[in-house]
């Protein structure tokens, strides 16, 4: 990691980092006709499966249909996490677990074990076995075994989030540390943690996996990255980390690889761009002197002043972004004059 990162992320100690410069520049948005949603609610998930597109919303699930976002369901309960599968959606509310048919949309909940059926729902995902996973906080994490019942696997009480990665490990935020789990055993990173297991922050806010099979962890005083299969191993020994991106308040929702670009980031302040390194000075390897800087760089909203949440490529490497009223869905021709032109236009 420290290849890809070498210019960019400095040691958690450091007051201010050299990456997290922002380059001024006029948010101009070039025009777009994008999908609007109404109600302005907080975007949840995006969720792509066959041929159907949604949008989770807080309170709402919405399906791309000829054009548009048709509202499909209103949840009477705040959204918190979603996740599908062809013929299934699965949202995670404060109230409990609801799994909606995509023919109908017809709401059955999903009880967990226990006389506290109606849990506050977490963390909702699926394994790379296809298996869900629900995490409640106040109970613990539940894996839905083959018959259907769930089965706790994981009694730590404050949950905030969980997500798979491609190579069959499950990822568990809370407030003491983060929770892996690799075939039948669990590792807990923490900040007290010996050898590779050690994080800076005990309280793990979200995990934002991209595209590229890197793990994003956010932390309440700094950012780390978990490497993707292949690369993990040598990385874990000194994970690249950060206080913040932008602004130490500034919170970080989503992330991206996009070809050729760099890795976009979806924050408060809106859409960041960290365009890719340049070819290292050999010198650097033996000197603490960060001698290339990169910026941050802001990219304009394409559909208007609400700033998207959530961002994420499909298998076209169509980047889609949406917001608390509008889905866009760019082509790489199209990010790149939207990043460029207002890239061009702050020199």
Known sequence: MRRLFSFVFRPLGTALLASCLLASAPLLARPHTPYPLAGHEKPVALL???RATWV?????VWQLEKGKFVR???SASPVQCATATDTTLWLGTRQGVVALGTRHFAPRPLALPGPAAEANITALFRDAQGALWVGANGQGVFRQAADGTLVQELHTPAI????????S?????????????????????????????????????????????????????????????GRRAAAEAELPTVRFLGHPVNEVYGVAYLRGEGRLFATEMGLLLLPPEP???PAAAVSDQVE??????????????????????????????????????LTPK????????????SR
């Open 279 to 281: 070819a290292a000075n």
């Open 292 to 329: 290339t800087k990169q910026l941050l760089r802001p990219v304009p909203s394409p559909a208007g002043p609400t700033p998207p949440t959530l961002v994420q490529l499909d298998a076209q490497q169509r980047l889609w972004l949406v917001s608390a009223d509008a889905v866009t869905v």
């Open 56 to 60: 989770v919303t807080e309170h709402s």
């Open 160 to 167: 905030n989030g969980g997500v798979a990665t491609a190579d």
């Open 48 to 50: 792509q499966a066959g």
């Open 72 to 74: 499909k369901y209103q």
């Open 169 to 229: 490990s499950v990822w568990i935020a809370t407030n003491i540390g983060l929770s892996r789990r690799q075939g039948q055993e669990w590792t807990r990173y923490n900040e007290e943690g010996v050898a590779n297991y050690e994080i800076p922050d005990n309280i793990v806010e979200k995990l934002l996996p991209d595209n590229l099979g890197n793990l994003w962890v956010i932390m309440s005083d700094g950012i780390c990255v978990f490497e993707g299969p």
């Open 334 to 345: 199209e990010f790149h004059q939207l990043a460029h032109r207002s890239a061009t236009a």
